[in-house]
Each structure stands twice: as C-alpha cells, then as structure tokens.
C-alpha cells in the first residue's frame, strides 16, 4: 500500500499522543505543509478516518495550553467567568459547555431579569451559576450532589471571587436517598454522574428531594441537566411549576438508545413536554443533536 506525504503526516500526529519527543518535529512538518499548499488542500488531501485524529490533537494540545495557565475564561453575552483547569474532568466541563451548550447559556442569561431566583438542576462544576452570579441582583441557586462535583464548584466560585447558595441533594419526585455517582461509561466526564439503577460505577448515597418541599427561595427560571432523570425533577416540583412566578424551564433532553437517557427513568421526551404543556408552559425546542434535546418552556 502506497501512503501519501499527508498519510505519513498524520501518522506522526496520531503518534503524538503516544511519544511526546516527536511533538515539535511534528507540528512543525504540519505547520511547513499548510504554509506550502494552504489549509484546504491540506484538509482535501487528508483521508476522512483522520480527522477523528487529528480533531483529538487539537484537542490535546488545547488541554495542555489550558492546563498550564492554570484557569480558563469561558464569555456569553459579555459575560464572564473564570475556570479551575486541573485535569482532564474540568477541561471536558468546559470544552463541553463551549461545544454544545452556549446558545441555550445565551438565551437563559439574556432572559434572566433583576430580581430573578434560578435554579441550576444539575450544576456540575458550576458553569452556569458563575456566570449568573455576574448578574446584579440575579440569585442563582445550584443543585449539586455528587461531591467532587461540588468541590469543583466551590473552588470555581472561590476563583470568581462569589458565592451562591449550593443544595447537595438530587432533585426527584419523592424525598429519600438515591444512590448517586459516575457511571461506569463515563470515563472521567463528572458531567455524567447520575442517579445509579444499577451497581454500574463509583456510588454514594445522597439525599433527594422534591423541589417543592424545600425552604428555600421558589424559582422563576430553572435549568436542568440530569442525565435522564428529567421527569423525576419536574413531577417532584409541579406545586412550583403551578405558581405564576415560575415562568421559564430550559431542560436538556437525554434520549439516548444507550447510557443516560429519560426512557431509562421510565419517561419520553413527549411525556415530558407534555407534562409542561399541562402547567400551562408553551414547549419550543432550542437545539437537537444525536442523543439531547435542549428545550425552553415559558409561561
């Protein structure tokens, strides 16, 4: 089999990861070859089963960068706050949000009004309550059981240099313990803990609790991210959802065939929406990718 000069090319990139020695060598052979015959060409003449490749460099190079400087800015709408990045967990949370999530942050922070309360269902390392807290007047409160999970988040608002109210129990339609943690598919994405159904990753039990039955202050606009347990949240706080105050959900759908998914919690994204659409909410859907739909509710 004949391999062009590009193959052999990124053949070197894919080693990269592997032996660090050949690093400058290589990124200087693919910098001299984009100057010589331009980025188009050089991505025409790259074989497609590459790009998976050379996507994970980019990637790579952007963590070590990130790492380094110890901390990394993320901005919507003017908005900005800082980022601990101490390993590969943190960096997956930011890179994600940026991916995949900005326009919903986009449409939730333009929305947000003085005086607002927002619930953060499912905070993870606190992207969204950080950059809510530069809100004047805006009071964010995040829902955070995992415990690493929740370290990160303190140590995130310590390094924006605020504070929020953090309630470390699941939210569900009942109150109980849960057992609560990183399934095992995840692979270091603490976005990814969950409710566990099964011995299937690092558990811990924690509390869960109706958002109705909490005393603390009632929402106007709620954001939940829960890996699937979507309708658990939404049936435990429909006296809340009742209240006028109440008037935005933003949800991330996840409908997976595998993993995390509402059909695993025994729901559908219909029933969700539908669930809503009885507490008077009208159902738009903001962005639809493979596994997640991300929708907005409003009164």
């Known amino acids: 089999m004949t391999f062009s000069p590009y193959q052999h090319l990124l053949a070197s990139l894919y080693r990269f990861g592997h032996d660090s020695a050949i690093m400058a060598a290589t990124i200087s052979k693919a910098i001299t070859k984009v100057r010589e015959d331009g980025l188009k060409r050089f991505i025409r003449n790259t074989p497609a089963y590459t790009h998976t490749e050379l996507s994970r460099l980019v990637k790579s190079i952007q963590y070590i960068r990130w790492q380094r400087s110890g901390s990394h ?38 929305e947000v009004t003085p005086g607002d309360v927002v619930w953060d269902v499912g905070a993870n ?11 004047p007047t805006v009071e964010p409160i995040a829902f955070e059981p995992f415990p690493e999970n929740k370290r990160r988040l303190k140590q995130n608002l310590r390094l924006n240099g605020i504070d929020a109210t953090i309630v470390d129990a699941a939210l569900s339609d009942r109150n109980t313990t849960v ?33 109705d039955s909490l005393e603390i202050p009632q929402p106007s606009v709620v954001k939940i991210d829960v890996e699937g347990a979507e309708q658990d949240v939404i049936n435990g706080m429909k006296k809340t959802l009742r209240t006028s105050n109440c008037r935005i959900i933003y949800c991330e759908i996840h409908h997976s065939d595998s993993g995390s998914s509402i059909f695993e919690y025994g729901s559908t ?24 739909t991300q929708i907005k509710a409003t009164k």
């Open 73 to 110: 800015s993320v901005s919507v709408e003017n908005i900005n706050a800082e980022f601990n990045i101490n390993d590969r967990a943190d960096f997956h949370a930011v890179t994600y949000f940026k991916e995949n999530e900005r326009e919903l942050a986009r449409d939730l922070l333009t």
């Open 125 to 135: 390392i606190g992207i969204y309550t950080c950059l809510l807290k530069q809100l």
């Open 179 to 211: 057992e609560f943690g990183l399934a095992s598919n995840q692979n270091g994405n603490l976005g990814g803990s969950k409710i566990l159904r099964t011995d299937e990753g690092n558990m811990v039990t924690v509390p869960a609790r109706t958002g």
């Open 269 to 292: 994204p219909s029933h969700l929406k539908q669930t809503l659409q009885d507490f008077d909410f009208t159902v738009t859907t903001l962005e639809k990718r493979n596994n997640q």
